[in-house]
């Protein structure tokens, strides 16, 4: 098994031990909830030149200790791994930070983490519900068997919201009692809404940060307001 977070960013070796590039993302299948691909932004050439990113087929690298490695010298064409995969990399798509939404249409925040297999299916998928949600109530978790897949807009679930379980709050307590707390929690989750939006048709070829982005600016300028009042409610009403 193998946690996104220990992917994304980790190190690419090739089967000689050079170091052949960073992984950036890991690339879903276009509908199915299983990891195809990696994104790779390579090593520049000669030191200076900025290099075009390359994809790795899921199949051809595993994960070892805190870095990735691939059995051949060199990173492999666009066109073999597409072969390999059985689909054009701009089809594929990133799952981190897509909305997701449940059985009943409930809309439960985006994808935060993924654990997957070794052949790269989906056994779990943590959503979050963004920053205070996530302290007050923890992250909702979903089994694998849970996880259709991605729709052409969202990551859906087989199961209604009342089926998910939560990774449990530090303070829910807090949270709940705090009217503070919900007011900035408010302000909180359109921002985020809006960010999660922006970046919900993050696929293959046509990647773009949304960190920059307004959405973000304002979630950024929304947090110090939101702790303090987090805090306040929590010594106000302190959990039993």
């Not at 939006?197 to 307001?225: F, H, M, N, W």
């Amino acid at each position: 098994m193998a946690r996104l977070n220990e992917i994304e960013d980790a190190e690419l070796y090739g089967a000689d031990g050079a170091h052949l590039g960073t992984v950036e993302r890991v690339l879903f299948h276009p509908s199915e909830p299983c990891a195809v691909a990696l994104m790779v932004r390579p090593d520049p050439a000669f030191s200076v030149v900025k290099m075009p990113v390359a994809y790795v087929a899921w199949s051809a690298a595993r994960l070892v200790g805190p870095a990735v490695r691939i059995e051949g010298k060199k990173l492999p064409s666009r066109r073999a791994t597409e072969a390999l995969v059985g689909h054009d990399m701009d089809l594929t798509v990133i799952w981190r930070g897509m909305p997701v939404t449940a059985s009943d249409g409930a809309t439960l925040g985006s994808v935060a983490g993924v654990t997957l297999a070794a052949d790269g299916s989906v056994e779990r998928l943590e959503v979050s519900g963004g920053a205070i949600g996530d302290v007050a109530n923890g992250r909702a978790e979903a089994s694998g068997d849970a996880v259709t897949g991605f729709d052409g807009s969202v990551v859906r679930l087989s199961v209604p919201e009342s089926a998910l379980v939560t990774s449990g709050g530090l303070a829910r307590k807090a949270a709940e009692t705090s009217e503070a707390v919900k007011a900035k929690a408010s302000t909180m989750a359109g921002a985020t809404g809006d960010a999660i939006v922006d970046a919900s048709y993050i696929t293959g070829r046509a990647i773009r940060s949304a960190a920059g982005s307004e959405p973000v600016k304002r979630t950024k300028a929304t947090l110090k307001g939101i702790a303090d009042a987090f805090r306040e409610g929590y010594k106000d009403s302190p959990p039993e």
